[in-house]
């Protein structure tokens, strides 16, 4: 039997007393925290999914897997593409997942180069995106003004979105070869791609001009504004990184 393609998740941490009912004994100790539908979703499609927590050192880490997922949370902190840093609370992240995190930004943004230098398969989601784009240099809207489709959807997960938040790709894309000329997805950010990454392209958008989907046209690395872990329907997102990983599995033998 070949071998399954091992997928790294990325998460977050934060102590323990944030759980309610915790133990107040070891409330002050943290824990890594992972979000289940990715590991779910990329078993489903055939893949080993394996979580990353920040002392699992990216090089050492990409010598083992055939994937990657960096996946979505609280915003990139602006010091890493010039925005403002007047917006920057003085939080404990591991006290309020919401703030920013330095030593998330730190692991994902050195996780997310490290798999490129490798050639490593890579799905970057929601704040994935952002560090994508923001790691290679581009930079991001700081917040996204109001308009006619809803972004920072009021909705809860799992949805497969609002009927107006709808994405169009680039003909001869990856995305739309695995998206096909458009689709329906949900949505839940306030901030997006501005300047565009050198080395990446963006092949979506949504028809307010958002971007919604980049990729590199000749590396297997895509990232994608909406979250397909929890889209109600199957996302194809997960699949195509499970089959370029199974490629890169193979191709190493």
């Known amino acids: ?30 824990m890594d925290s992972f979000m289940s539908a990715f590991a779910i979703r990329i078993a489903n499609a055939g893949g080993v999914p394996v979580h990353l927590p920040y002392d699992a050192d990216p090089a050492d880490a990409c010598q083992w897997l055939s994937g990657v997922v960096v996946t979505g949370g609280q915003d990139v902190h602006p010091a890493r593409w010039g925005g403002d840093t007047t917006v920057v609370r003085d939080v404990d992240p591991r006290l309020n997942p919401n703030a920013h995190d330095t030593e998330r930004d730190e692991y994902e943004f050195t996780l997310t180069r490290t798999a490129i230098d490798h050639g490593i398969p890579l799905l970057s989601v929601c704040r994935g995106l952002q560090v994508l ?31 107006a938040h709808v994405v169009v790709f680039e003909p001869g894309s990856t995305a739309a070869r695995i998206f096909g000329d458009s689709a ?31 990729e590199a046209p000749d590396a297997p690395i895509l990232g994608v504004q909406w ?11 997960l699949t195509w990184l499970v089959d370029e990983s199974r490629k890169q599995l193979e191709a190493a033998k």
């Open 1 to 30: 039997m070949s071998r399954k393609p091992l997928i790294g998740i990325t998460g977050r941490r934060f102590q323990l007393g944030l759980i309610a009912g915790m133990d107040e004994r070891y409330g002050g100790e943290s």
């Open 133 to 163: 784009n923001t790691a290679l240099g581009g930079t991001l809207v700081a917040d996204l003004p109001p308009g006619p489709i809803p972004h920072l959807s009021l909705r809860a997960a799992p949805t497969d979105g609002d009927a």
């Open 184 to 214: 329906v997805t949900n949505s839940w950010h306030h901030q997006a791609v501005d300047q565009c990454a050198t080395g990446l392209i963006v092949t979506g958008r949504t028809s307010d001009g958002v971007v919604e989907a980049v």
């Open 227 to 237: 979250h397909p872990e929890w889209m109600e329907r199957d996302d194809p997102a």
